[in-house]
């Protein structure tokens, strides 16, 4: 993934109503939501929701469909998931491995014993 893309990605998602509506369409994934039930599920006026609709769109972290008089949203997860592999992609690889052990070899690995 290009530094642009994520930069964009991020962007779109620094807003809390968006950041929220994603979060809403990825627990619906894979099939999605129409407009009015997203805006009754996160009580979030039509008018208000469609500008930040229209901003996922744009931001291609969500698709839209015509149904009929409605327009079903559907969560990007493929970038969803290429937004997670870009931030974890560097995970602990500045640090040295300790003496008599190979260093981790994903992210998953290397971090989990490093929490606060």
Same mark, same amino acid.
């Given at each position: @993934?290009?530094?642009? /893309?994520?930069? /964009? ?5 620094a807003?809390?109503? !968006?950041?929220?509506?994603? %979060? ?5 994934? &894979?099939?999605g ?6 805006? !009754? ?26 149904? $009929? %008089?409605? /327009? %079903? ?6 970038? @969803? ?6 931030? #974890?992609?560097?995970?602990?690889? $500045?640090?040295?491995?300790?003496? $008599? %052990?190979?260093?981790?070899?994903? &992210? #998953? ?8």
């Amino acid at each position: @993934m290009e530094t642009k /893309t994520a930069t /964009t990605v991020f962007e779109v998602l620094a807003s809390e109503a !968006r950041l929220a509506v994603f %979060r809403l369409l990825v627990r619906y994934a &894979p099939d999605g939501l129409v407009a009015g039930d997203i805006a !009754r599920l996160l009580d979030i006026p039509k008018t208000n929701l469609s500008f930040h609709l229209k901003a996922l769109v744009h931001g291609k972290l969500a698709s839209r469909e015509r149904e $009929g %008089r409605n /327009t %079903r949203y559907k969560a990007n997860i493929a970038l @969803m998931l290429e937004i997670i592999a870009y931030l #974890s992609h560097e995970c602990c690889r $500045g640090n040295a491995a300790p003496a $008599g %052990r190979a260093a981790p070899q994903s &992210p #998953s690995t290397c971090c989990e014993n490093k929490q606060p």
